[in-house]
């Protein structure tokens, strides 16, 4: 029987190391592009707002 639990412990590591890897490799971004695009957009209309009285 102990010789089962001495063994049960690695394969619960490697269980448990699969779940954080999986976990941690998760993609975040969701929503793409769009906020980033969306803010480059608003940066240049403030760009040339400020530029335009000069």
Request: hydrophobic content about 45%; aromatic content about 10%; cysteine-free.
């Amino acid at each position: 029987m102990a010789a089962l639990l001495w063994l049960l412990i690695p394969v619960a590591a490697a269980v448990g190391g699969g779940l954080w890897g999986t976990w941690a490799g998760r993609n975040r971004h969701k929503t793409g592009d769009v906020n980033e695009l969306s803010g480059y957009a608003r940066f240049r209309e403030a760009m040339e707002k400020q530029h335009s009285g000069t």
